[in-house]
């Protein structure tokens, strides 16, 4: 079973930037479709990024595709998500997320593997 393992979160200023890594657990994670999902307090988990297995990205936050960068090492089996110009209502928990299929959805329902989260807070 494939497994996943976010870091790189933290408390970061209003303007900064952030880059989240997703380690995971099996050289086969380039069969996946892997996602960057969050979830605010008291708010739905969405989606925020996704690459498939075609190396084709998908943008969920619509207002703000310019300020997310998925990117992925399927050699180093690393999913990253760079995140620029940080304002406080990107405060959440980050997490990644897989599909078996190599798909990509903003339906965090689709996805069958989740890794634990890693905290981003946003705050002067």
């Known amino acids: 079973q494939l497994q996943l393992v976010e870091s790189g979160g933290g408390l970061v200023e209003p303007g900064g930037s952030l880059r989240l890594s997703c380690a995971a657990s099996d050289y086969t994670v380039d069969h996946y479709g892997i996602g960057w999902f969050r979830q605010a307090p008291g708010k739905e988990r969405e989606g925020v990024s996704c690459?498939?297995?075609?190396?084709?990205?998908?943008h969920y936050v619509d207002s703000e595709k310019g300020r997310f960068t998925i990117s992925r090492d399927n050699a180093e089996k690393m999913v990253y998500l760079q995140i620029s110009n940080l304002k406080p209502e990107d405060t959440a928990v980050y997490y990644c997320?897989?599909?078996?299929?190599?798909?990509?959805?903003?339906?965090?329902?689709?996805?069958?593997?989740w890794g634990k989260g890693t905290q981003v807070i946003v705050s002067s």
């Open positions: 690459m498939d297995n075609t190396g084709k990205s998908f």
């Open positions: 997320a897989a599909e078996g299929w190599g798909r990509c959805f903003s339906d965090w329902n689709a996805m069958d593997y």
